[in-house]
């Protein structure tokens, strides 16, 4: 009596292991391409710090075998790595050269201690400020309870243009009491940080400061002044500056240019 194999007893052939279906390949494979895309972007990540740290001697990065090897990767990670910074504008790749790096260097903004900006970055270059606007106005709800004033209340109202060496660098808009901001009229706010005046006006320094910082599109305004293409990322600070007796006293919107400059800090842990 013949006995078919795979469902027979003991002893006969057992089964053939079942082929994948056919729908599971490409399974597989976009798992591959998945997978390369992560460790594209995870060698990216460790290549941009490089690059904004100044890391490759003369602005050139090494060759892609080079690479591979020294963060264990295929070559297709490589390039998929360096397409992507070149995406960001950091890199561009010429042929018989090699990739360099082509972005302008990010300046570091800490986080650590509260300064304003040219006293932030005076080791880097000279910060000038182009004031577009400064005034009393009548305080938007939202600002007259941030800075704990009666509704319909006057504010100062301070928008300035921060360029380093000439570069834009970001677009600061500030709202101050006017029984303090007031005085600021009179003050070289071309030249002079706003913490700097504030602490000569109250005739001591500045007490403690709440920060938020997220990543925004450019509105039309802000694009034309930080000359960056309209919806760009921009970093947007919000920063309320108290006095050492509580009181704010200075509350300000600053949209940086993410391509120019990189925040930082030191945390300690507690529990």
Same mark, same amino acid.
């Given at each position: 009596? @013949?006995?078919?194999? =795979?469902?027979?007893?003991?002893?006969?052939? *057992?089964?053939?292991?079942?082929?994948?279906?056919?729908?599971?390949?490409?399974?597989?494979?976009?798992?591959?391409?998945?997978?390369?895309?992560?460790?594209?972007?995870?060698? $990216?990540?460790?290549?941009?710090?490089? %690059?904004?740290? =100044?890391?490759?001697?003369?602005?050139?990065?090494?060759?892609?075998?080079? %690479?591979?090897?020294?963060?264990?990767?295929? /070559?297709?990670?490589?390039?998929? $790595?360096?397409?992507?910074? /070149?995406? #960001?504008?950091?890199?561009? @790749?010429? *042929?018989? !050269?090699?990739?360099?790096?082509?972005?302008?260097?990010?300046?570091?903004?800490?986080?650590?201690?509260?300064?304003?900006? $040219? #006293?932030?970055?005076?080791?880097?270059?000279? !910060?000038?400020?182009?004031?577009?606007?400064?005034?009393?106005? @009548?305080?938007?709800?939202?600002?007259?309870? @941030?800075?704990?004033?009666?509704?319909?209340?006057?504010?100062?109202?301070?928008?300035?243009?921060?360029?380093?060496?000439?570069?834009?660098?970001?677009? +600061?808009?500030?709202?101050?009491?006017?029984?303090?901001?007031?005085?600021?009229?009179?003050?070289?706010?071309?030249?002079?940080?706003?913490?700097?005046?504030?602490?000569?006006?109250?005739?001591? *320094?500045?007490?403690? $400061?709440?920060?938020?910082?997220?990543?925004?599109?450019?509105?039309?305004?802000?694009?034309?002044?930080?000359?960056?293409?309209?919806?760009?990322?921009?970093?947007?600070?919000?920063?309320?500056?108290?006095?050492?007796?509580? /009181?704010?006293?200075?509350?300000?919107? %600053?949209?940086?240019?993410? +391509?120019? %400059?990189?925040?930082?800090? !030191?945390?300690?842990?507690?529990?």
């Amino acid at each position: 009596m @013949r006995q078919h194999h =795979g469902d027979g007893p003991a002893g006969t052939f *057992p089964a053939m292991p079942a082929e994948p279906a056919p729908a599971s390949l490409p399974v597989a494979a976009a798992r591959r391409r998945r997978l390369r895309v992560d460790q594209a972007r995870q060698l $990216a990540d460790l290549l941009r710090h490089q %690059i904004l740290a =100044g890391g490759f001697p003369g602005g050139v990065l090494p060759l892609e075998h080079a %690479i591979a090897a020294d963060y264990r990767v295929s /070559r297709n990670t490589v390039r998929q $790595a360096l397409e992507m910074l /070149r995406d #960001e504008q950091l890199v561009e @790749r010429h *042929p018989g !050269v090699g990739t360099v790096v082509v972005c302008e260097k990010k300046y570091p903004h800490g986080l650590d201690r509260l300064q304003g900006l $040219a #006293e932030t970055l005076h080791e880097h270059g000279r !910060v000038t400020n182009e004031v577009r606007t400064v005034g009393p106005v @009548r305080a938007p709800s939202p600002v007259a309870h @941030r800075l704990c004033l009666p509704e319909r209340s006057d504010v100062l109202c301070v928008e300035r243009l921060r360029r380093l060496n000439g570069l834009p660098l970001s677009l +600061d808009l500030s709202y101050l009491p006017l029984d303090v901001g007031g005085e600021l009229l009179g003050c070289d706010l071309e030249n002079t940080d706003v913490f700097r005046l504030l602490e000569s006006l109250t005739g001591g *320094p500045l007490g403690h $400061a709440e920060v938020c910082m997220e990543a925004v599109n450019a509105d039309a305004h802000s694009a034309a002044v930080l000359q960056v293409p309209r919806g760009a990322a921009v970093l947007m600070l919000e920063r309320m500056t108290h006095l050492p007796d509580g /009181r704010p006293v200075d509350l300000e919107f %600053i949209r940086f240019r993410g +391509d120019r %400059i990189s925040m930082s800090g !030191v945390l300690h842990r507690s529990l």
